[in-house]
């Protein structure tokens, strides 16, 4: 039995459709559900123990250097095969896949895998042929035995690649998303939660209904609850945002839309003493309480230990009490005159954010939920604060990983985030202030909403110290905007 070694190329660069979406990312750069495509593959083929390595091709002047790379790596020469693999297909079948990077460990002739007339890859019986073979396999045009396979989908294709990268679901609250080309649907044990965002969309006075995607076809039983929605083949902002795709204009076509709809909510006058009510539990007893959960985390001395060493606070509640501090100042220095609570989305993010611009369409998805209509109503600000989160906060560039924590030669902690962020802020600014609504008071919010995340994202503990430094750099700009 052979050993294995895989080429990923990732030399084919996207065409136009496809960068509307990937700006100037490779297929192989490209992020799917906050990991690229490239580790991707690489993760599922570190789950074949015939697998030596994967060797990564990205230009033709690396051709020398992969040779060189294909025999150091090689088990054998001339009997190591060789699986060569083009990154402009996805993994649509994972157990295809492996059974092709098993099959690979007994071939004796080249085969060309894929659907019908496309190659997704191209299995070579040694490392001699793969390298006598290599201006062929660059130039893709390979022939031998065809294998047909259901592993790959080919993401040339925009309505493949719309199909694939929409499909990534944030499951954390769902132990089932299921679906096809024209629906998906959500199935949860959390009954409660499934019942009121589906209840959501048929509480909404009737003007606020085209902003959002109609559940239907609700179902409950003892132990789970479902609802199904039309799917939309666009990809959410968030994909797009990371990606370095859009534009400042375009961003401010997209918040054209987004502050029309902000501007339009339903609104209830409220008098003063419960608009700071539904702000408090809000942005400070929400805090409170998920400062208590993270507080019977392990991980949460280990972050105090870090916060103390490397920036100029001494623990996480020290962080909390300058946030609080700033609450009561910026409050006071930023009063509402029309006291009122607005029907909201709840988690207003660019992941929960449809939007097409060639169909001028945008839509919103995964409200917060509500079971009575009292429900629907929560402070003017909290949407703006999920919004400035992914403009100004970054959040999604958090969870695709695009990030760095560094320590420089004064021991000082350093978060560092692949995003030239400022001219999407200016934007952001424009609208609010045109809006009427504070700049330094959604910041503040949105200080609160990293930290209050923080003990519902421990799978990675990285990223939430990162979320604990974010919040710091707001604080300190909320600070200098109270001073100025």
Known sequence: ???????????????????????????????????????????????????????????????????????????????????????????????????????????????????GEETAAVLLPDVKTCIAQLDALRERKMTGDR??????????????????????????????????????????????????????????????????????DYKEDKESASYTMERFHMTDIAIRFVHGAVSCEELSEILDKLFYFLQLRKSKPVDTIVAKEVADELYLKKLAQRMEDLKKLPEYAQFDALIAMGTKYDSIEKIVEHYIGLYEKVTKAYPEKDKKLVVGHGDLCFSNILYSREANLLKLIDPKGALAEDDLYTDPYYDLAKLSHSICGCYDFFNSGLYQITMDRDMKIKLSIDADSQPYVDIFKKYLEESGYSYTKVRLYEASLFLSMLPYHMDQPGKVFGFILNAIRILEEVEACTKN
Not at 201 to 214: A, I, Q, R, S, T
């Open 147 to 216: 294998i047909e396979t259901e592993a790959f989908m080919n993401l040339s294709v925009l309505g493949n690649f719309l199909t694939f990268i929409t499909s990534g679901f944030d499951a954390r609250f769902f132990n089932a998303l299921a679906g096809d080309e024209y629906t998906v649907t959500k199935r949860s044990t959390k009954i409660e939660k499934i019942k009121s965002e589906y209840n959501f969309y048929y509480l909404l006075p009737e003007n606020m209904k085209m902003w959002f995607v109609m559940p239907y």
């Open 1 to 115: 039995m052979k050993k294995v070694i895989v080429v990923y190329d990732d030399s084919l660069k996207p065409n136009k459709e496809i960068r509307t979406i990937t700006g100037d990312k490779s297929y192989g750069e490209t992020i799917f559900k906050r990991v690229t495509l490239k580790n991707r593959i690489k993760e599922e083929v570190s789950k074949n123990k015939a697998v030596l390595t994967m060797l990564d091709f990205e230009e033709e002047k690396e051709t020398d250097k992969l040779k060189a790379d294909l025999i150091s790596g090689a088990d054998s020469y001339e009997n190591t095969a060789v699986v060569y693999f083009y990154s402009n297909y996805g993994l649509a079948d994972t157990g295809e896949f492996q059974g092709l990077l098993t099959k690979a460990c007994y071939i004796n002739d080249v085969f060309v895998a894929g659907n």
